[in-house]
């Protein structure tokens, strides 16, 4: 009986200290440069998708995709936001988008911005 709840305790203790996967969670607002700020608004993260309220009103979904150093936010594949994954519980996160419908060897930057964590 003792060995029991030792090897549980020893169980319990292992499975708390493993690493946890950082994940984005909660609200931010989202500021992109001055010539995209159109886009700017609040961005919403739950699980592995998003929703995005802009300014205007206009709500856009997308997923969440983890990868070994980064985090991309895909929307309907027309363009990506990318996190460095070091950022992820930050207050302020920065980012940088690229376009996917543009067909280069390299992916195309189009602009940066940052996200605000909302308390």
């Not at 994940?23 to 607002?29: A, C, D, M, P, V």
């Not at 802009?54 to 936001?81: D, F, H, P, R």
């Not at 207050?91 to 602009?111: A, R, W």
Request: charged share 25%.
């Amino acid at each position: 009986m003792i060995f029991l709840k030792n090897v549980s305790i020893i169980v319990m203790l292992f499975l708390l200290s493993s690493p946890q996967e950082n994940k984005l969670r909660g609200r931010y607002k989202i500021f992109f440069e001055e010539k995209y700020s159109s886009q700017n608004g609040i961005i919403s993260f739950e699980g592995n998708s998003y929703k995005r309220t802009l300014n205007s009103k206009k709500t856009v979904s997308g997923t969440i995709e983890y990868k070994k150093y980064t985090v991309a936010l895909t929307e309907a594949n027309s363009y990506q936001i990318l996190i460095a994954k070091s950022e992820i519980g930050n207050d302020s996160i920065g980012f940088s988008t690229i376009d996917l419908s543009k067909k280069v060897e390299d992916d195309l930057l189009i602009n940066e911005g940052k996200l605000i964590r909302i308390k």
